[in-house]
Structure formats: structure tokens, C-alpha cells
């Protein structure tokens, strides 16, 4: 993985298996999106078994049929879903079709694990949310700025063992790099990636509920503006947005495709929270001038100052919790309604910022 491109991110993290060999099978499907690389690194690090590979353009898996050579590379998803032993679908592909792929994959009684965003529209949310119900399958989501990220998990478990009080503010910065030439016609064309705020704001809502514990929240403010890509009509390069949650702590994200190019990481996300006992920071993938460092924590409490290193120490237990939420159909790693609740709220928050564009 090069840090220098996000769109390409997919952490490697220790094997820590919680299932034996052929206990839990997988399926990968549409290479649309990069993260697909970090969805399958993390279920096979759980324990996961690779057992087919599928992209109308083949080449596009020829990385992963190298790192698993069991693994068999299949002409159509049919074949995927034909397979009783397959547990999960996992896939990233263009976000406004990644909702038709989960009604399927549903619908055959698979559970479906996609790259964030989960959805484009509200309508395809609601469909979501009734073929759930009704296949009683799981439509999980990969929002891996924090389910793949060893400091931000570790300071979410912190936060909810009380490690600053009750949470009274979560502040999110979220900057990426843009990578014009590399990235694909779809990613500029706002009906296939559903702007900015349902895009990269999926992640931050997501760490806004985690880390506040909250079950709702409200919509105070939302912008987002295409500052510097003008070239790119249907692109969003800024956005930001402001929430209430239920819990009365405030949250705020500024999102943003402008990481200078001198920069040593795609981006310097950074998660702040505020408590009444105490406050901390993650700084996620880097320090400016430091390029050997990243995961860090910086907490102060009562007792004193705290820099916790968490790169290569923490690993990726959501991935582990995940599988086994499929075989014993539970809900530890993450609950449904939490994984659509972040996306409804990033999508509520864009369709606020589009009323309010000012160019």
C-alpha cells in the first residue's frame, strides 16, 4: 500500500484468526474502488476463506489471485451466489450501484459487506432497509476510517470505558488526496458517487455515533463547494458539516480533496473528542515531518499526559467480531442499525448542502 494514495488504502494487519480454515467463506466482487483490497485483507486476517474473485474486467483481480492462489476467479456474480457454502459478498463497487448488488446478494441468502458509502440515494436506503428485514441478512459496511484504523478503534474502546467522561464534542478532519489522473470518469460524476458528504462524510458520521454512543442526531449545518476542479462540473472538492446528537454532545467534519502533493500520506485525518474528564487526539496516518509515525493517541486526563502508540499493536478486531456476528448471527461488531443510520445521516446532511450551494 502507498501511503501516498488513499483511494488505494488497505492496511495489513497481524492474522488473528477466530474461525478455522473453511469455516467461514467469502466471495470478492467489483474492483470499482481500491478498498476492496482492504475488505479482503481484513476478513482473511480473521480467519476468512477466499474462495472466489469476480470484476467484468478479470485483470482488475489479478493482485488478489496472486496473494491467494485458492482462490477462483469466476465470469459472473451468479456463480457466487449459486454457492451454498459462500457466508459473505463482499464488494466496492460504483457507490449508486453498490444497493442493487446488496438486494441481490440478499436475496440469495448471502450477508453483504460493501465499501462506504453504502448508498447514493435515501430511496435505495429504504429499499435496504426492507430486504433486511425480510432475508434477515446482514448489509454491512466498510467504513474503515475507523473499523481499519488501530488508533481510532483503541481510542473508541477507550471513550466508551470512560476515558474522558461523557463526550461533549467530536471534531473530525478528514483531507485526502485528490489524485486527478488516476482516478475513474465515475468519480467526478456526482450521480455515481453522491457527493462529498455521502461519500468521505460517511465515515465521519459513522465515528460521530461510535464515539458519542448516540442513536439519532440532528442536522445543524452542511456546505460543500467545488473550490479548485471546476473542469470537473459534477465534482465536490470541500465540505463541511455541523450535528446535535442525542446524546447532546455537538459534532463537526470538514472533508476535503486538497492534501498539498508535498505531503508524505494522502491525507492528515485527525479526530478530536472532548469530555468532561478529558480529551484526546488520533492522528491517524501521520505526523507532519515524522513519516516512520502514525496511530498515535494523545490523551489528557486527571492524571497526566498520555501518547499511546498504536501501530502494530492493536490490530483489527472489527473484521473478527464481523465474522462472527455472521455465524451466530449477532451483532457485536456492529449493529445494522448503526451502519444505516451513518449513511442516512450523511445523505440527509448532503441533500441539505446541495439546497444551500452557493456556486
Known sequence: MSAKEGHNYAPVGKPNPVVKPGEFVFAAAHYDHGHIHGQINGLAEAGGTLKYVYDPDPARCAQTLQKFPSAKLVDSVDRILDDPTVHVVTAAPIPSERCALGLKVMAAGKDFFTDKSPFTTLEQLAEARKAVVKTKRKYMVYYSERLHVESAWYAN???KQGAVGRVLQVLLLAPHRLAKDKRAPWFFDKSKYGGI??????HQFEQFLAFTGARSAQINFARVENFSNLDKPGFEDFGEASLTTG????????LDWFTPEGSHCW???????LGTDGMLEIRKYME????EKQDHIYLVDSKGEQVIDCYGKVGFPFFGQFILDVLNRTEKAMTQDHAFLAAELSMRAQKLADANRTR
Open 288 to 291: 507532519i515531518g515524522q513519516p
Open 267 to 273: 491525507g492528515d485525518g485527525r479526530l478530536f473528542v
Open 247 to 254: 446524546t447532546g454532545a455537538s459534532c463537526y467534519c470538514r
Open 197 to 202: 458528504i455521502t461519500d468521505i462524510g460517511s
Open 157 to 159: 474502546e477507550l471513550v
